[in-house]
């Protein structure tokens, strides 16, 4: 069953983009059932009521899972199909929002006059993603950020994953917990963001004894965050 995010369930709207894919590309037709969440987090199965496909009726309301943690991953600027892909596989394990980080080591450094169009399509893919995992919200990926402004995404747990560190990440994790984790780039962090990261309150973890790459180091946090969370219900 398809899902869409709209902007208010009790008055249930499908924007041109969405109206085109369920008529031209799904070909659905009245009495066709589809999945409606809004951005307040309320969610209906409902079916056309006509032809038009314009109008809804609703069959049943939606109940999602509750989360006891929310996890903010700073990722550090990789190469694109690589970012991506990582986008899209953080949408359907549950990571819930996405800095990006220009980092001392990157290949790609700054996106400079693209940001705005690059932020535009890995929210595009974000939000398919969320959609097609039937998330209660839609991943965000709000902005990208130097050095000088990692303060402002600190929240209740900071960490960085790095190499060599005893304390694996599954030892901090707690429920109730806001999480914000940085995760470098192909070269790793310098010697220097290691030392800013420390200074403002940012820990050393492990994300086990393999190297990984950047781009799937995000999924593992995320598949550790959610394992943990379901343990300790």
């Known amino acids: 069953m398809q899902q869409f995010f709209i902007e208010d369930i009790n008055n249930p709207t499908l924007s041109k983009t969405q109206f085109h894919q369920v008529k031209n590309v799904l070909r659905m037709r009245k009495g066709d059932l589809v999945r409606l969440v809004d951005l307040k987090g309320e969610g209906i199965i409902a079916q056309f009521s006509d032809d038009s496909l314009r109008t809804f009726e609703m069959v049943q309301s939606l109940s999602f899972p509750t989360k006891s ?3 903010k991953v700073v990722m550090s600027l ?15 394990i549950g990571i819930d929002e996405i800095v990006l980080y220009k980092s001392d080591h990157g290949v790609v450094r700054d996106y400079k006059d693209k940001t705005d169009r690059k932020l535009e399509r890995f929210n595009t893919i974000a939000l398919e993603a969320s959609e097609q ?6 991943l965000l990926i709000q902005k990208v950020i130097d ?11 900071n960490v960085y994953a790095d190499l060599n ?9 707690t429920t109730n917990t806001k999480i914000t984790a940085m995760i470098g780039p192909e070269g790793g962090f310098s010697d220097a963001e290691r030392k800013y990261f ?11 004894h393999n190297v990984l790459r950047a781009e799937t180091a995000p999924i593992i946090l995320g598949a550790f965050t959610s394992l943990i969370d379901k343990e300790m219900k």
């Open 78 to 92: 990789i190469r694109n199909e690589r970012l991506e892909w990582m986008i899209q596989k953080a949408t359907e």
């Open 198 to 208: 420390s200074e403002v309150g940012f820990m050393p973890v492990s994300l086990g």
């Open 133 to 138: 995992s039937y998330r209660q919200y839609p």
């Open 69 to 71: 943690y929310h996890l």
């Open 147 to 157: 050095k000088k402004e990692l303060e402002n995404e600190m929240t209740e747990l």
């Open 165 to 173: 560190v005893e304390t694996h990440v599954t030892d901090l994790l």
